[in-house]
């Protein structure tokens, strides 16, 4: 778990993750790096503005918290609150609201 004086805490885990812009067929790809109850953490090959809004999908492994399923896809809206870290293409996600979820085999 990270904490590092943010307000809420954050747990590293490393998740498939697909990001679009409004009115784009083909996803940004990535990997989360870490997770809060406000938002994700992930770095990406795209550059993304501050205030840019997305719509998201994180793939979760079913067997994270026990379910028979293979996988749970978490769809939400998010917006890019910060750009930059290790990298210049980094940022911050937040989500904003939570669209659905949906369990696959």
Known sequence: ?????????????HWPVRLWRQREMVPVESTTENLSSEGLYCITQEPFKQGERLQCEIVIPGESFGSPEPFLRLQCRVT??????TTENSGVLRSSEAVGAAGER
Do not use: E, F, N, P
């Not at 778990?1 to 885990?13: F, P, Q």
């Not at 890019?80 to 870290?85: F, K, L, P, Q, Y």
């Open 1 to 13: 778990m990270v904490l590092s004086g943010r307000k809420r805490k954050r747990i590293a885990v």
């Open 80 to 85: 890019i609150t910060r750009v930059g870290g």
